[in-house]
């Protein structure tokens, strides 16, 4: 139901007919032929660059072959006007029973309008958040969980096989600091006076619980027992009781993994799924042993001057080789890193995308090229960065969290303003750019909101429904009812948000294959706003409202129109992962 598909074959087909040869003769690549709405709708419905592209391998004058092309496309049913514009777009517009018969078509199809099969059921992995299990989801997390969610719903909807994933960095030294921050919070538990928490441990009153459980759980067993292994079991209850809360945090944005992974498993059996996939980069010839340069001056913590095992990354993309395997023999955190995704591989995933934060810019060139080297290039890798959100309120920001002391958690930040906010302005801008959030302006009712524009039109469509059943009590409303009448609608701003529905499988599509969700916030603010346009064209001309009680049919035509509306609002703002309410409270 793309109809800008549609038209991409129909003008396709009108090229083909030209009969159109390259200079050598050879047949014209028709690729990059496009189909889509002019930037000024008054120059129509559809604008195609066909001419443009295809005027200087076939050795034609681009204006020329144009106005060739618009005759042909003329002749087309759904077609009464085509105009050349400019260095020789072809622009055209459909008529009034073409728009009125895709109405039909969007109510026939309901909540699967939109949907698509591009993604041809490939396997998508996405992951996402994967926040160390260290404590609870602050806002930093935030933006990488909504992207990451509403590009897999997004990607869902477009056809792919898409997992949700969250890996479990459950394993290194953030783990053992985690240890004995617990352990500390286990003695304070039992009456022992421990002080200032010491630098370098979480000093969080979160762990206060768990240490609170542990006392419970083990009375004073825990000093009883060797320190190595009373802190394994620390550990474990710890990673358990914080991933438990960070579940909790991320089902409150409404965000759910199908998959949530332990590094840990990775280290188990004497690392044996970390030397695998060392094996099998040895096997394909991107394993050596050699020494690196500290990068640009710096000294990380697991750089050494002498031999140890090398990633051979440069060969595939990297900016510099990366270290595996330390000369002690222990493995890096890259290790880690080279089976995990050979584990995703493994699991027989065509496209790998990761969401990270931007401070994981330096991920970008080493994973991708990993990637190149254990796939081949048969597999895709995709970094997504989210740039950084800064919180206001009323214009002046915020720093404390009333929790943790140092940030401000993610489950304050939604018992505040709310689920439906926190999703939609996350994506109202594109993942890469700074984001401002402010809790004053995301909860105000006006339309300097655009989640409450939005959704406010949801409720503005359950309300016309309302008012013709309390108006019309003997008329149905069924879709068939609806679809029957759609003939006569006829006003422009009626088939204006005709046009602006049609947009929404291809917005769906370009959004899915351009890994942009913030696209679909952006098309649910525009739809919302001529849906509003409308409606106060009603409201200052009566003969232009949604229910005419004295003109039952016409009324059915505008319901229709309403409801397909509300279905693509509900379609939009679910795969955004809000609601679309029925009334505004």
């Known amino acids: 139901m793309n109809i800008f598909a549609d038209f991409n074959e129909r003008v396709i087909k009108a090229v083909q007919g030209l009969d159109l ?4 003769g050879a047949a014209l690549d028709f690729s990059r032929i496009a189909v889509e709405p002019p930037r000024d709708p008054s120059h129509g419905d559809l604008a195609t660059n066909a001419a443009m592209v295809l005027a200087k391998p076939a050795g034609q004058n681009p204006r020329a072959l144009a106005e060739t092309l618009a005759q042909v496309l003329r002749a087309d049913r759904d077609v009464v006007g085509v105009d050349v514009a400019g260095p020789g777009f072809v622009n055209m517009k459909l008529s009034d029973a073409f728009w009125q018969a895709h ?20 396997k998508m992995n996405v992951e996402y958040v994967s926040a160390n299990p260290t404590g609870p989801m602050h806002v930093g997390h935030c933006r ?3 992207v990451g969610d509403a590009l897999a719903n997004l990607l869902a909807f477009a056809g792919y096989d898409v997992t949700k994933e969250y890996v479990i960095n459950d394993a290194g030294s953030q783990i053992d600091v985690l240890g004995r921050s617990a352990f500390l919070r286990y003695r304070q538990a039992l009456g022992d006076q421990i002080g200032e928490i010491p630098p370098g441990l979480y000093p969080g009153d979160y762990l206060v619980p768990v240490g609170q459980a542990l006392a419970a759980e083990f009375g004073r067993g825990l000093l009883e027992m060797p320190e190595d292994k009373a802190l394994a079991i620390v550990k474990d209850r710890t990673v358990d009781a914080m991933m438990g809360m960070i579940k909790q945090d991320l089902a ?4 759910h993994h199908d998959v949530f992974f332990s590094e840990r498993t990775l280290h188990a059996d004497g690392a044996k799924a970390i030397r695998a996939a060392i094996n099998d980069l040895t096997l394909k010839g991107h394993i050596y042993k050699g020494t690196l340069p500290p990068p640009k001056g710096e000294k990380p913590d697991d750089w050494e001057d002498r031999e140890q ?17 330390k000369s002690d023999g222990s493995f890096t955190y890259f290790a880690a890193d080279v089976a995990y995704l050979k584990d995703k591989v493994n699991r027989g995933f065509d496209e790998l995308i990761y969401v990270l934060g931007a401070d994981h810019g330096g991920y970008v060139k080493r994973l991708e090229a990993l990637a190149r080297a254990v796939t081949g290039g ?13 919180l206001f309120r009323d214009g002046e920001p915020v720093r404390m969290s009333k929790r943790s002391g140092d940030f401000i958690t993610l489950r304050e930040v939604v018992e505040e303003v709310g689920r439906d ?8 801008r594109k993942n890469d750019a700074p984001l401002d959030f402010d809790f004053a302006k995301v909860t105000e009712q006006s339309k300097d909101n655009p989640v409450f524009y939005v959704q406010y039109a949801s409720a503005r469509c359950h309300s016309v429904f309302r008012q013709a059943r309390e108006q019309l009590p003997g008329l149905d409303f069924d879709r068939g009812t609806l679809s029957a ?32 969700p913030h696209r679909m916030a952006f098309y649910l603010y525009d739809l919302a706003s001529a849906f509003h346009s409308q409606w106060n064209r009603g409201a200052d001309n009566a003969d232009l409202r949604f229910v005419k009680v004295n003109e039952p049919i016409l009324t059915c035509a505008r319901l229709g129109l309403v409801q397909a509306v509300s279905d693509v609002l509900t379609s939009g703002l679910a795969l955004i992962g809000a609601d679309a309410p029925a009334e505004m409270r």
Do not use: H
């Not at 040869?21 to 050598?24: A, I, N, R, T």
């Not at 109405?103 to 490939?122: E, F, K, M, T, W």
């Open 21 to 24: 040869k390259g200079k050598d």
């Open 421 to 428: 906010p926190i999703r939609f302005m996350m994506l109202y």
């Open 485 to 516: 009448a759609g003939s006569l609608l006829a006003d422009e701003g009626e088939l204006g948000l005709v046009r602006k529905l049609a947009e929404y499988p291809r917005m769906i599509e370009s959004a899915a294959a351009a890994l942009e």
């Open 103 to 122: 109405l039909v078509a969007i109510l026939a199809a309901g909540a699967n309008y939109g949907r698509s099969s591009i993604g041809a059921g490939r």
């Open 378 to 390: 048969s597999v895709k890798l995709t970094v997504l960065l989210c740039q950084l959100v800064k």
């Open 309 to 325: 095992t090398l990633f051979r990354s440069t060969e595939v993309g990297d900016d510099m080789d990366r270290p595996l395997v």
């Open 144 to 146: 990488g969980a909504v």
């Open 252 to 255: 409150l944005l409404n965000v």
